[in-house]
């Protein structure tokens, strides 16, 4: 698709650096991405050091004409009618995938709060 040998790398003809920019390039929905994203041994590795991501801040007015104003505007209306209708049928969720290092962080939680109520139960798990 690229155009490019894997084997360049191996035998010392590109730089490695160059590999890692181009994976960190690769489109989100691509399969690379995409299996790291779902494998959970790789999560289990990675949730010592997981923290949620930073809020994204708000672009300047540079950034915006008209049409985009109006998309912004348009996608936080729908955020609120979502969080609304959440709101009055509690069992409604958006259908997005989860990444495995968000799982595997509940799991991990989830373990150390049972551990916590065990412990004040007087009771080992």
């Known amino acids: ?10 035998c010392h003809e590109r730089d490695w650096r160059d590999l890692i920019e181009l994976v960190d390039g690769l489109p989100t929905g691509s399969r690379y991405p995409a299996a790291f994203h779902e494998d959970e041994e790789v999560a289990r590795a990675r949730a010592g050091d997981y923290s949620p991501p930073d809020p994204a801040e ?5 950034e915006f004409d008209a049409h985009r104003y109006d998309y ?8 609120q009618i979502a969080a609304n ?13 989860i990444p495995a290092i968000e ?3 509940d799991e991990i939680a989830f373990d150390h709060l049972l551990m916590r ?8 798990i």
């Open 1 to 10: 698709m690229y155009g490019l040998d894997l084997n360049d790398w191996f």
């Open 117 to 124: 109520a065990a412990r004040g139960l007087g009771e080992e």
């Open 58 to 62: 708000a672009p300047s007015f540079r």
């Open 103 to 105: 799982r595997v962080q």
């Open 72 to 79: 912004a505007r348009m996608i936080a209306l729908m955020e």
């Open 85 to 97: 209708v959440c709101r009055v049928d509690s069992g409604a969720q958006p259908y997005v995938p």
